[in-house]
């Protein structure tokens, strides 16, 4: 089949999206294996399907490039809030995508007519183990002591919708994340998999970070990633509630402000090209 897709970018976290509204697509998580090697296909971290919502302007799937269905993007759902307005699905700076974490809420950032970017209401922070989930008797874990194939982290986890383990460290350049990253990925603490941040502190509501994506391994940026990054760095007391959060990621910056009543999320959206590709 000829699937025509548009290719977008949130600092460098890129998805192949595919207007539902218009096409369908029979079998997304083997279209998202096809479709995402690099340098042998279109090339991307997954397939995000933009299809019609009963109870929001659009309803956003993702597909990481293992073929696995994923439940939130923070740097995807930005983009498919520039698609949605910028072909006129839903022409208005303030948009609802539907999500498997539920319909989030853009407003969107419009320069001459175009979307440019998005500040994006991710939502609560699920800080309970339980819901997570991950396996530790407490009732959250804020700089958890755990040992992984004989070397000792301190973790944090935090759900955005997706489950995350955060780590922070002096240094994180030099961290093989091809191996480090699938050792927790594939840890039988998180039931559900899990994507890593290990994460610097900078300076004040300033911090770096790298991220494992479970499913798409290392990416250049993630949206959800930023946001945990970010509350965890608040929960061990790094940075400060209510306040700006700036987190450098591979790809670029994002904007985080996290209170008990949800997590803000600014950044980015970015069209590559449209394109037509054939695939089975």
């Known amino acids: 089949m000829l699937y025509k897709f548009t290719k977008m970018h949130g600092i460098g976290n890129d998805y192949i999206y595919i207007n539902c509204f218009e096409q369908k697509v029979e079998n997304p998580s083997k279209l998202a294996i096809e479709l995402s090697p690099r340098s042998f296909s279109v090339g991307s971290d997954g397939v995000i399907l933009i299809c019609p919502s009963d109870i929001a302007d659009a309803k956003m799937r993702i597909f990481n490039a ?127 998999s899990v994507n890593t941040e290990f994460v610097k502190p900078i300076g004040k509501n300033e911090i770096a970070m790298r991220v494992w994506e479970r499913g798409s391994g290392e990416t250049l940026a993630c949206g959800t990633g930023a946001c945990a990054a970010a509350v965890a760095a608040v929960l061990n ?13 591979r790809g670029g910056d994002l904007t985080i402000n ?23």
Do not use: W
Request: negative net charge; charged residues 25%.
């Open 66 to 192: 293992d073929g696995s269905e994923g439940k939130m993007c923070g740097n995807g759902i930005r983009c498919v809030g520039k698609y949605i307005y910028d072909t006129g699905i839903a022409k208005k700076p303030v948009v609802k995508i539907d999500t498997l974490s539920g319909v989030k809420t853009l407003q969107l950032q419009i320069e001459d007519g175009i979307c440019v970017g998005a500040t994006v209401d991710m939502g609560k922070a699920i800080l309970e183990c339980a819901k997570i989930p991950v396996r530790l008797p407490m009732e959250t874990a804020i700089a958890v002591p755990q040992t992984f194939r004989g070397i000792q982290y301190l973790i944090t986890c935090v759900s955005m919708g997706n489950p995350h383990c955060v780590v922070f460290r002096d240094e994180i350049n030099s961290i093989d994340l091809e191996h480090t990253g699938r050792i927790f990925e594939t840890c039988h603490l998180f039931p559900d």
């Open 237 to 249: 007391g790094i940075c400060e509630k209510g306040k700006d959060i700036t987190v450098h990621l």
């Open 258 to 280: 996290y209170t008990d009543e949800r997590v803000l999320m600014t950044g980015p959206a970015v069209k590559v090209f449209d394109g037509t590709v054939e695939a089975d």
